[in-house]
């Protein structure tokens, strides 16, 4: 969580898109970290993005 937080204070986007066209919501969902989802959607993330796989982070 920390370096999360951390890439957000220095200007990164909460909705950039890795290579797969993820963005950090879509993989923080995948990966269960629950404290990193929390964060991320308080910092604006959005929830409707589609990953490579064509779901977003609620599907």
């Known amino acids: 969580l920390d370096v999360v ?3 957000v204070t220095y200007g990164a986007s909460v909705n950039c898109k890795n ?4 963005i ?4 923080a969902v995948r990966g269960t970290h629950a404290e990193i989802i929390d964060y991320l959607l308080r ?3 959005d929830i409707h993005q589609h990953g ?4 977003s982070a609620v599907h």
């Open 5 to 7: 937080q951390a890439l």
């Open 19 to 22: 290579d797969d066209g993820d």
């Open 24 to 27: 950090p919501l879509i993989l």
């Open 43 to 45: 910092a604006g993330s």
């Open 52 to 55: 490579w796989l064509g779901k």
